[in-house]
């Protein structure tokens, strides 16, 4: 069974741009999360979405956004990006919607460096 | 609330002795509980669950944690490190408060010497 495939893997953008990242889920998960990774700030959650709804949201601005297709793949999207958006974005898929069970099967991972 | 305290931030340990990885935990409901592992450049990985059933929990790569209520920890433990155990471990605890929420700790990174 594939695993969580994110693309791309690495990047690099200047100050202004957009960026857009994509997740395709384990083949069945309906669930995709994602998530902030930096050393100061640790990993925090940024959005869920189950069915192609988002479920769950954390505090970021608006400038994050996300959105879940059909077929279960989710890209998220990042605005005007900022020096401060250089991260690891990790995408986690799950069987069932919020984590319930916090079982997470993670990629490896969309490496973020802003310019 | 739920949150998650993971008590040190670097443990440095010597190939083949234990290993201790510490987390307190604190949610108003019953909390389920979950170690993951991040090796440099890679994705996590769960290591272990707790989910109300046996408090002693075993995981992959010889890890096991046990559930204590009355403490409120839920720690990280395996009798010998190796040196393929050298990576970053995350604490997690996940329940019902107005919506499913996943809190991870901060992490713990595991040093190991050879």
């Known amino acids: 069974k594939a695993g969580v495939t994110q693309t791309p893997r690495y990047l690099i953008k200047t100050r202004g741009q957009q960026v857009t990242l994509s997740c395709s889920p384990i083949?069945?998960?309906?669930?995709v999360s994602w998530y902030q990774q930096t050393p100061g700030q640790g990993l925090q959650f940024l959005f869920e979405?189950?069915?192609?709804?988002?479920?769950n949201k954390g505090n970021f601005p608006g400038r994050f956004s996300g959105r879940q297709f059909s077929n279960s793949r989710s890209e998220m999207n990042v605005s005007t990006l900022e020096l401060g958006d250089s991260a690891l974005y990790l995408c986690a898929s799950s069987l069932v919607a919020g984590g319930i069970t916090g079982e997470l099967f993670f990629g490896e991972g969309s490496r973020l460096t802003v310019l | 609330a739920q949150s998650v305290t993971q008590l040190d931030s670097h443990v440095s340990v010597s190939e083949g002795t234990p290993v201790l990885l510490r987390c307190n935990y604190s949610s108003s409901y019953s909390p389920s509980l979950f170690w993951y592992v991040q090796h440099p450049n890679k994705g996590l990985q769960l290591l272990l669950k707790y989910t109300s059933a046996a408090t002693l929990v075993k995981g992959i790569n010889g890890f096991e944690a046990e559930f204590k209520k009355s403490e409120t920890s839920f720690h990280l433990t395996k009798p010998s490190a190796h040196m393929s155990d050298a990576a970053e471990y995350f604490c997690v605890v996940t329940g019902n408060t107005g919506g499913f929420k996943t809190i991870f700790g901060a992490g713990t990174r595991l040093f190991v010497k050879a």
């Open positions: 979405y189950f069915s192609e709804t988002q479920r």
């Open positions: 083949s069945g998960h309906r669930s």
